[in-house]
């Protein structure tokens, strides 16, 4: 398993990184488009749907992202309004989590809110990677993104491991602790400023890079939480099987859903 994990992970990296430094924005846009749109599809199963409302699901999500795509010079002009829009969608999304109860079974209302945040995560994740795509230096400032998510994860997984005595969220996530958190933030700060002031020359204010990468590795954490307590409620593992050892889309990004609207707001304020 850590073999095949590794040697997916040797594919991921460098297939993000031409996407990210090698496309122009329109085409990143539209390649963003259709991996969000494969991860909207593993929704419809975390989210009890079924196959017709599944369809639904993915049908309106295309339409959303070809209006937004087709009005992109429109849309993009309004962009912290709509960033605002996205992290206050987030915030009540994340009022979900202290209401999941292990033995809580798929219904209706479930499967309505699951759907409205399908559209709603889907949405904001591209309109922001969109976004900061078109930024001066974008493709650094995206790359910025992925990084502070990246290390974070790593942050938390050994300072988890190592130190962690509290638990984040015993019944959605026992293996995430609070310690975790606080190990994701200092790796977080630690590599936003080396790749912003010595590797990529961003430059980015102190303020901004601290504001950015505490919130976006606070929300990202959320957008985990998230995902898995949907695999918990419908009794999955993976969301999907499109990554050997990974699992699907939003296994592996399930922390940008949310940390991209974050990430991208705070710039926007901070540095824009």
Aim: charged share 15%.
């Amino acid at each position: 398993m850590l073999k095949t994990r590794v040697l997916t992970a040797l594919i991921i990296f460098p297939a993000t990184l031409a996407v990210v430094f090698l496309t122009p924005p329109w085409l990143f846009r539209i390649l963003v488009a259709l991996l969000l749109l494969a991860g909207c599809w593993e929704f419809r199963r975390i989210t009890d749907q079924t196959p017709a409302a599944g369809w639904w699901l993915l049908g309106l999500q295309t339409v959303i992202l070809a209006l937004m795509y087709w009005f992109w010079p429109l849309i993009e002009s309004q962009g912290l309004v709509v960033l605002a829009a996205a992290c206050l969608a987030w915030l009540l999304m994340f009022l979900r989590l202290s209401g999941f109860r292990e033995s809580e079974s798929p219904g209706r209302r479930y499967r309505t809110l699951g759907l409205l945040s399908a559209l709603a995560a889907v949405t904001f994740c591209w309109f922001s990677l969109a976004w900061l795509r078109d930024r001066p230096d974008g493709a650094f400032v995206v790359f910025l993104l992925l990084l502070v998510i990246w290390a974070s994860d790593v942050g938390a997984y050994f300072s988890g491991k190592h130190l962690g005595r509290n638990k984040l969220a015993p019944v959605i996530s026992p293996n995430k602790t609070r310690e975790g958190v606080y190990g994701g933030i200092v790796l977080a700060l630690l590599a936003s400023f080396l790749w912003s002031n010595w590797l990529a020359g961003l430059d980015l204010p102190a303020l901004a890079l601290v504001v950015m990468s505490v919130a976006t590795t606070l929300s990202s954490v959320g957008g985990d939480l998230f995902i898995s307590m949907h695999k918990r409620t419908v009794g999955l593992d993976d969301t999907g099987s499109l990554f050997p050892g990974h699992g699907g889309i939003l296994d592996r990004y399930d922390s940008l859903l949310a940390g991209a609207p974050f990430f991208a707001l705070a710039f926007g304020l901070l540095v824009r």
